[in-house]
């Protein structure tokens, strides 16, 4: 998850359909996946959810977006949010048994797998609902705003793509 998630913060119009359902998560959790902290991108704790709104300012800002698209992003990220709390703090607590689970030095395959599989499970509920809110927040756009945001999805990507931050 660390690794895997990156920012999942952020709204309603994201820097891809990925970035957007990662960007939403952050947002969502007040925190951004990374590798920093449990979901941090090595920011101090407490700034990423800073980083999501200000991404999301802007990203609405290139595209456009009217005052009421930016309302209705901002309730769906906020239902989003609601629903993904949970979700991420049992994530958190069976990520965190997993390892002490494998630093035990006592388990054996069985015991990781089933571990691994709860572990595998949240991460499955998660990305099904980032996938739901970032249908939600495309939803929201005009077709023009779609086509902006996928190009600026593949600017980011090109943009990052060296550096091992490509979305997802």
Request: hydrophobic content about 40%; some cysteine.
């Amino acid at each position: 998850m660390k690794g895997s998630l990156r920012a999942l913060v952020v709204a309603a119009g994201l820097a891809s359909v990925t970035a957007l359902g990662n960007v939403a998560l952050a947002e969502q959790t007040g925190a951004a996946p990374g590798a920093a902290g449990e979901y941090g991108h090595g920011c101090p704790k407490g700034k990423e959810a800073r980083h999501g709104k200000h991404f999301l300012k802007r990203l609405a800002d290139k595209l456009g977006m009217s005052p009421a698209q930016r309302t209705q992003a901002k309730e769906v990220l906020d239902a989003s949010r609601s629903q993904a709390k949970p979700l991420m703090a049992s994530l958190k607590q069976e990520r965190h048994q997993l390892r002490d689970l494998i630093h035990s030095g006592t388990a054996d395959e069985a015991a990781v797998r089933a571990q691994s599989a709860k572990v595998a499970a949240l991460q499955s509920d998660l990305a099904v609902q980032r996938a739901q809110t970032v249908r939600k927040l495309m939803a929201l756009l005009t077709p023009e705003q779609q086509v902006k945001l996928k190009e600026l999805k593949a600017k980011w990507g090109a943009k990052h793509r060296d550096h091992g931050m490509e979305q997802e």
